[in-house]
């Protein structure tokens, strides 16, 4: 950076980028941790069942993504569904198959499947 004027267009830049991230407030978003714990776990085959059942099923409005260590490894495979105006969800030991039940009963049915959240895990 050697000018005002550079440091102007980077300015610039960033905020469009910022102001496109708004339009993810509508966005279901699905986090599933990918940490060498959670990998280590069975993590690949969970985030693989929920990006493949999402996308059979049109879900334009999820996004999928990745995270390293949330911070629990010994509840891993963990997966975190946030629904725009509501409280974030934290399945924790999740399989492929408890992968697909979230899709269908939570993200599509707004359902949680609270037998899988953190806290449950205990019971």
Do not use: F, W
């Not at 509508?26 to 599933?32: E, G, H």
């Not at 085959?45 to 409005?61: Q, S």
């Not at 509840?75 to 992968?99: F, H, N, R």
């Not at 599509?108 to 895990?121: D, L, P, S």
Request: overall charge neutral; charged content about 25%; some cysteine.
């Amino acid at each position: 950076m050697k000018s005002l004027a550079e440091l102007e267009a980077i300015r610039n830049k960033m905020q469009n980028q910022v102001g496109m991230r708004k339009d993810d407030d509508a966005m279901t978003r699905v986090v599933v941790g990918m940490a060498t714990c959670g990998i280590a776990a069975g993590a690949r085959p969970v985030l693989t069942a929920l990006v493949e059942e999402i996308g059979k099923r049109n879900l334009a409005h999820v996004s999928v993504t990745q995270t390293g260590c949330i911070g629990m490894c010994k509840l891993e495979p963990i997966v975190e569904v946030t629904v725009p105006g509501q409280e974030k969800v934290t399945y924790v030991k999740m399989t492929a198959e408890k992968a697909l039940k979230v899709v269908s009963e939570h993200i599509v049915n707004g359902r949680v499947c609270a037998e899988y959240t953190v806290g449950a895990e205990q019971e």
